[in-house]
């Protein structure tokens, strides 16, 4: 059965939408949308704004998609749909499930595949691209935002490198109920309209049955884009490719003279804040190769990634990632080599002579260590329920994360519990106590906190658990979670998919009724592993 949801915005709420710096922020009315009228479009009459298509060769390349046998609609993301002027009754459309499956092109729009290439696991591979993914529209949005539309696992392309340009069902299900999890939680991030099921066979590990999930951002383009022009020395293509990123989604730079250099550094600090709330929230990214990095500052392709249970600091979420290179506690610095890759490919944007451009290039990357410590300080305070950053703070936070290390404590419910400790009172906090198991250690820290929490101006213990509960979610998308989703789904039973969309929808809720998905996973669900081969 179609399930249609309306995914990451409760009901009554205004409309969301990514904007080009990142942040979630209500949709503006405008002429179609003021006095409560919404405007109802099929795909058809949906308006194009074919920027990105306008670059052409060498960007991209034009390639039609190979056809999904019996495509069968496992969901339909209805609040996303709105959000782009989209009649949710097209969810019942036969010709719109053809062209969510690539089964038939979107109308007016030739589909592509983009050419990157990138450092994976920290090697250099000069020729990647879009080996599965097609753009297959560039839409106009009620708000005004330009918004593309991609199908991943839509078949072959001349970035498959001899492999079937695929998804599975498994990893499809995964990436389109992590992108709109991530959302709601207020992180940067692409979408997902759509999650479309084939019976079709595709072999990895194992026999598994084929996917396509429909992705939506205000642009793919990544730091493998510019690596692959620098490194095969087609400066002349960086300058264009440049000009379209700023010109749609940074526009505020465009008349600068020093543009180049501003977008750099707006992108640096981007990703630097990404990171932090990456790492306020114990996700782990799973494969942070550069062709994986938003020009944008967007979390971008959801492979083996992960939401920590209990907390490691060495935590691993991808088991091919043999040498733990992209472990939660090397996300920030991984980040940050990432932009010295982007700055390297830059260069020629920033100067012709390479001293000059040298000189700019390591003044922006030098931007990345401060932003991403203030970002992640702010965050931590804000999971404390601290009003400021004092001396002395970041030393208790590495103290309970000390706590919960030693004791293998989940991260979720031990930040989210925090809200119930009380300054006007020095008994145990019930339900903060349990998840820890080096209680002396956590009696000392306790004191020390409450004593940090009455330093503050404003010592309201029910204002601050409520501040606390809208930064610590209750709900994150745990691997049992979804495997459990990903089960049924394959057995045909799409319930699970509609339950956790509506349910990570609101992550920072107390949904009583759903107490169970807040639990930690039972042990023998604790160590599903994940990996590339999706």
Request: hydrophobic content about 40%.
């Amino acid at each position: 059965m179609t399930r249609i949801s309306a995914g990451s915005r409760p009901q009554g709420a205004p409309a969301r939408r990514n904007t080009p710096a990142g942040e979630a922020v209500p949709i503006p009315p405008g002429p179609e949308t003021m006095h409560g009228f919404s405007p109802r479009r099929s795909h058809r009459e949906l308006p194009l704004a074919p920027r990105y298509a306008e670059l052409g060769e060498p960007y991209h390349t034009l390639v039609a998609a190979t056809a999904l046998p019996k495509p069968r609609l496992v969901h339909f993301n209805a609040s996303l749909a709105l959000e782009l002027g989209l009649d949710v009754g097209e969810a019942e459309s036969p010709e719109f499930l053809r062209i969510l499956a690539g089964n038939r092109p979107w109308p007016k729009y030739a589909p592509s595949a983009s050419v990157y290439a990138g450092h994976q696991f920290g090697a250099w591979v000069p020729q990647l691209g879009d080996g599965r993914a097609l753009l297959i529209a560039e839409v106009q949005t009620p708000a005004g935002a330009r918004m593309e539309l991609q199908l991943k696992g839509a078949g072959r392309t001349p970035y498959s490198r001899g492999l079937d340009g695929r998804a599975v069902l498994r990893s499809s299900i995964r990436e389109y109920l992590c992108s709109e999890a991530m959302h709601a939680l207020g992180v940067p991030t692409t979408r997902c309209l759509s999650l479309v099921a084939s019976p079709e066979p595709v072999y990895r590990e194992t026999v598994e049955t084929a996917a396509v999930v429909c992705r939506v951002a205000p642009s793919f383009v990544r730091f493998g884009q510019f690596e692959f022009f620098y490194r095969n020395g087609q400066h002349q293509h960086l300058a264009p490719l440049a000009e379209h990123v700023i010109g749609e989604h940074f526009p505020h730079l465009k008349a600068r003279p020093d543009r180049y250099a501003t977008w750099l550094g707006e992108v640096i600090e981007r990703t630097a804040r990404l990171i932090a709330q990456w790492q306020a929230l114990g996700f782990c990214h799973g494969v942070m190769n550069t062709d994986n990095f938003s020009g944008l500052g967007l979390t971008l392709d959801y492979g083996p990634f992960g939401f920590m249970d209990a907390f490691r600091q060495y935590h691993v979420c991808n088991h091919s990632d043999y040498e733990g290179r992209y472990a939660y506690y090397a996300q920030p610095e991984i980040g940050q080599w990432n932009c010295s890759r982007l700055l390297r490919a830059a260069l020629p944007l920033l100067s012709e002579r390479e001293p000059e451009a040298l000189e700019i290039a390591t003044g922006i990357f030098e931007r990345y260590a401060p932003v991403y410590t203030q970002a992640i300080m702010r965050r931590w305070a804000d999971k404390l329920g601290l009003y400021e950053v004092r001396d002395g703070d970041a030393d208790l936070v590495n103290r309970f994360l000390a706590i919960l290390q030693r004791g293998k404590s989940d991260f979720t419910r031990s930040f989210r519990h925090l809200s119930r400790v009380r300054t006007d009172s020095d008994g145990r906090a019930t339900g903060a106590r349990e998840e820890i198991a080096d209680l002396e250690a956590y009696d000392a820290w306790i004191v020390d906190y409450r004593a940090r929490l009455r330093a503050e101006q404003n010592t309201d213990d029910d204002a601050r658990a409520r501040r606390m509960d809208r930064v610590n979610p209750k709900y994150v998308l745990r691997n049992h979670l979804a495997q459990a989703a990903i089960e049924k789904a394959a057995a045909g039973d799409d319930s699970e998919v509609e339950r956790l969309m509506r349910l990570l929808g609101q992550p920072y809720g107390e949904q009583p009724e759903m107490d169970a998905y807040a639990a930690a996973p039972p042990e023998e669900l604790r160590h599903i592993e994940v990996s590339c081969s999706s």
